[in-house]
């Protein structure tokens, strides 16, 4: 593996961490790793004193460790947004972890913060920087709010989003490829035409959204709203456990997917590795 990958490891296992932590801690397994860069998992388990060395490097990382399975990490909390501005269910969750009996009857759905059209554009032009040079940082995105932005044809590799909510956003023909948009919320939407390849979109709500002509090949839809959209997208060896396809399903095309999470992870990584072999 070479330094700039082990480099892009490093910042992602930051980034996702302090980025959606509530306490501080985080972990990620190397079978993550493997799938979200297309690394062996070998590889990684062979320089883990390399990834430990340049995580250790990381300003917001305060203590590690490398276990058989994964990195588990605590964090400085100024740089942990959740963990200051997480509303009632980040702070009640990081003073259970600081032994405070604090309770609360209200709600812990997470408050979406509106970002503006140029913090946009800044987190994601840092992320071009992340991809195409050792610079810039990962895009991660949670508990955003993001209204009347134009994404029509652009591209977002490896960008996350968590419990984001987008409302009249344009995504045509955009590509979605390797994203993740975990428990967001697209609401009049249009992702007409748009190509996602590996992406996850688990507890993802579509709502009244339109998908005509959009093709998923090998997403996570678990848990996911598909119930009230417009046109017909196309599902191919996706994971459908727990999705809500609605009345009006058979506009739904849906293609060798799989309603075991776990078996489709099993059968998915089992193609990637036979690739890679090749």
């Given at each position: ?49 390399l ?12 203590d590690?460790m490398m ?8 964090y ?8 200051q ?80 909510r ?18 967001c ?8 035409y ?23 090949d ?7 709203k ?9 599902l ?10 609605g ?32």
């Amino acid at each position: 593996m070479d330094n700039k990958k082990l480099k892009q490891i490093a910042r992602y296992c930051v980034t996702s961490g302090t980025q959606n932590t509530t306490d501080g801690t985080w972990s990620i397994s190397y079978d993550e790793m493997s799938h979200h860069f297309g690394v062996d998992r070998n590889d990684i388990n062979g320089n883990t004193q390399l990834l430990a060395d340049e995580l250790n490097r990381q300003e917001e990382i305060n203590d590690l460790m490398m276990t058989e399975d994964c990195i588990e990490m605590t964090y400085h909390m100024e740089h942990c947004p959740l963990c200051q501005q997480g509303g009632i269910k980040g702070a009640l969750e990081l003073a259970s972890v600081l032994g405070c009996n604090i309770t609360d009857e209200h709600e812990d759905e997470p408050e979406h913060r509106p970002m503006n059209y140029d913090e946009v554009e800044v987190k994601l032009a840092k992320h071009t920087l992340w991809i195409l040079a050792e610079e810039g940082e990962q895009a991660v995105f949670s508990a955003c709010e993001i209204s009347h932005h134009n994404f029509t044809a652009r591209s977002f590799p490896n960008v996350m989003f968590s419990n984001c909510r987008f409302s009249f956003c344009d995504f045509c023909e955009a590509d979605l490829s390797y994203c993740v948009f975990e428990n967001c919320e697209f609401v009049d939407c249009d992702l007409s035409y748009v190509k996602a390849e590996g992406a996850d979109f688990s507890g993802t709500d579509f709502c009244d959204s339109r998908l005509h002509d959009a093709c998923f090949d090998t997403c996570n839809f678990k848990d996911a709203k598909l119930n009230d959209i417009h046109s017909h997208p196309r599902l191919q060896f996706c994971c459908i456990e727990n999705t809500d396809l609605g009345e009006d399903d058979e506009y739904i095309y849906l293609d060798d997917c799989h309603d075991n999470e776990t078996e489709w992870e099993a059968e998915r990584d089992n193609h990637y590795m036979e690739m890679q072999v090749q």
